[in-house]
């Protein structure tokens, strides 16, 4: 039989419609069937205090959160598809709902908090930045694969400013040891070298967002792939690489070719959220190893037949990597444990207000 080529719906070329949106499909199409009459579909492109910057077909526009989503502390993030109430009467937006999310770019909460923090959605692929110098660190790495993993979206790993390694190869040996299927791409942002390499990763209506420390030369990406001064970008401190938290907002890009760029202020440390699925992939030699361990549910800290444990010892896995995975094992238990704490105050708090109705009930019948 032969093959016919997809033809493009007419709304598909409508300016107006919701699929001149960067990233929009059938799916959300879908979603956002269910609001009719004054309802506008939107993409958050930047975050502010109060209000989002939002792509609507043909426009950027500035709309404030509802209050009924603030209360059920519902909060869009930068790549959200949203709903927004058009009240052209009163030249303003109010975003009142935001559709299902693909991928999900989330972090553990600091101190008490049980929630995971979401940092971004709907991205499709996630360049792990990293520098050649004191910022390449093997564990962070694999700290920002594990949450990469988790949120659905595809990691690379980027080692930017190559033109700094006195040994370039060395440096990329090392980085893909840690990786496992992950692809490792050297490049220089500033002399645009290695960047053909980036190509295949972005296209049309696919999100890649840039995530790293501060000084890695996030920005400088952007720029280059823009071939203008986009964003603002800054000397790092000589004695220790660090940026100096140039970039303070998380922003979306569009490129000509229709490709989506999120750029992100550098992380300073990010925690784990919900990871174990992660962990699971960035550790992917562990988890293999461990079908072999005589316990099934072995934690590989002092069960005897520990196969991963013989592995360390042969070095076949380095101690380094085996403490990395038990400390992000903790963190990730850790969180769990927060969020099931939380969980439970929440039952007891659901608890209190039916005791309450039925005490209520009591005095009210007397029995
Ligand atoms: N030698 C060299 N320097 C680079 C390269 N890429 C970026 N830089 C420099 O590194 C410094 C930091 O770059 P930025 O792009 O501001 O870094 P960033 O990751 O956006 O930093 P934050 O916005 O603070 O998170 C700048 O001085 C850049 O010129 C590179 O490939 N080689
Ligand atoms: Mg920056
Ligand atoms: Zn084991």
């Given at each position: 039989m032969d093959k016919q080529p997809k033809s493009k719906k007419p709304?598909?070329?409508?300016?107006?419609?919701?699929?001149?949106?960067?990233?929009?499909d059938d799916m959300l199409e879908e979603a956002f069937s269910a609001y009719k009459g004054t309802y506008i579909a939107g993409r958050v492109a930047a975050q502010h205090k109060t209000v989002c910057d939002i792509l609507i077909p043909g426009a950027m526009v500035q709309a404030a959160i509802s209050g009924a989503m603030r209360r059920i502390g519902k909060q869009p993030v930068v790549g959200d598809f949203v709903v927004l109430l058009d009240q052209a009467e009163l030249s303003s937006y109010t975003i009142v709902d935001i559709l299902p999310r693909k991928t999900c770019l989330a972090r553990g909460s600091p101190g008490d908090s049980s929630e995971e923090q979401v940092i971004?959605?709907?991205?499709?692929?996630?360049?792990i930045v990293t520098a050649v110098?004191?910022?390449?660190?093997l564990r962070r790495l694999e700290r920002y694969l594990t949450i990469v993993h988790s949120s659905g979206a595809k990691p690379v790993i980027l080692v930017n400013k190559?033109?700094?390694?006195?040994?370039p190869e060395q440096v990329i040996e090392e980085t893909k040891e840690i990786a496992g299927d992950v692809p490792v791409i050297a490049i220089s942002a500033l002399s645009k070298d290695?960047?053909?390499?980036l190509i295949p990763y972005i296209n049309t209506d696919e999100t890649v967002a840039l995530i790293g420390?501060?000084?890695?030369g996030k920005s400088t990406l952007i720029n280059a792939f823009f071939g203008e001064d986009l964003q603002k970008t800054n000397d790092v401190r000589e004695?220790?690489?660090?940026?100096?938290?140039?970039?303070t907002v998380r922003q979306l890009f569009l490129l000509p070719n229709g490709g989506i760029f999120i750029d992100n202020p550098g992380i300073r440390e990010i925690q784990l959220g919900d990871s174990s699925e992660g962990i699971d992939r960035t550790f992917s030699d562990i988890a293999d190893l461990?079908?072999?361990?005589?316990?099934?549910?072995?934690?590989?800290?002092?069960?005897?037949?520990c196969a991963v444990r013989n592995a360390v010892q042969n070095g076949l896995i380095t101690q380094e990597r085996f403490d990395s995975y038990h400390k992000l094992m903790n963190e990730a238990a850790f969180q769990s444990e927060k969020a099931e704490i939380g969980l439970k105050r929440l039952e007891k708090k659901k608890y209190k207000g039916l005791s309450q109705t039925a005490r209520k009930y009591r005095e009210y019948t007397g029995k």
């Amino acid at each position: 039989m032969d093959k016919q080529p997809k033809s493009k719906k007419p709304e598909e070329s409508d300016p107006d419609h919701p699929y001149s949106i960067p990233g929009w499909d059938d799916m959300l199409e879908e979603a956002f069937s269910a609001y009719k009459g004054t309802y506008i579909a939107g993409r958050v492109a930047a975050q502010h205090k109060t209000v989002c910057d939002i792509l609507i077909p043909g426009a950027m526009v500035q709309a404030a959160i509802s209050g009924a989503m603030r209360r059920i502390g519902k909060q869009p993030v930068v790549g959200d598809f949203v709903v927004l109430l058009d009240q052209a009467e009163l030249s303003s937006y109010t975003i009142v709902d935001i559709l299902p999310r693909k991928t999900c770019l989330a972090r553990g909460s600091p101190g008490d908090s049980s929630e995971e923090q979401v940092i971004a959605a709907n991205i499709n692929t996630i360049f792990i930045v990293t520098a050649v110098g004191k910022d390449l660190n093997l564990r962070r790495l694999e700290r920002y694969l594990t949450i990469v993993h988790s949120s659905g979206a595809k990691p690379v790993i980027l080692v930017n400013k190559i033109d700094l390694a006195d040994d370039p190869e060395q440096v990329i040996e090392e980085t893909k040891e840690i990786a496992g299927d992950v692809p490792v791409i050297a490049i220089s942002a500033l002399s645009k070298d290695g960047l053909e390499a980036l190509i295949p990763y972005i296209n049309t209506d696919e999100t890649v967002a840039l995530i790293g420390s501060s000084g890695v030369g996030k920005s400088t990406l952007i720029n280059a792939f823009f071939g203008e001064d986009l964003q603002k970008t800054n000397d790092v401190r000589e004695d220790d690489d660090k940026g100096k938290h140039t970039t303070t907002v998380r922003q979306l890009f569009l490129l000509p070719n229709g490709g989506i760029f999120i750029d992100n202020p550098g992380i300073r440390e990010i925690q784990l959220g919900d990871s174990s699925e992660g962990i699971d992939r960035t550790f992917s030699d562990i988890a293999d190893l461990s079908n072999s361990c005589r316990f099934k549910d072995c934690t590989h800290h002092n069960e005897p037949h520990c196969a991963v444990r013989n592995a360390v010892q042969n070095g076949l896995i380095t101690q380094e990597r085996f403490d990395s995975y038990h400390k992000l094992m903790n963190e990730a238990a850790f969180q769990s444990e927060k969020a099931e704490i939380g969980l439970k105050r929440l039952e007891k708090k659901k608890y209190k207000g039916l005791s309450q109705t039925a005490r209520k009930y009591r005095e009210y019948t007397g029995k």
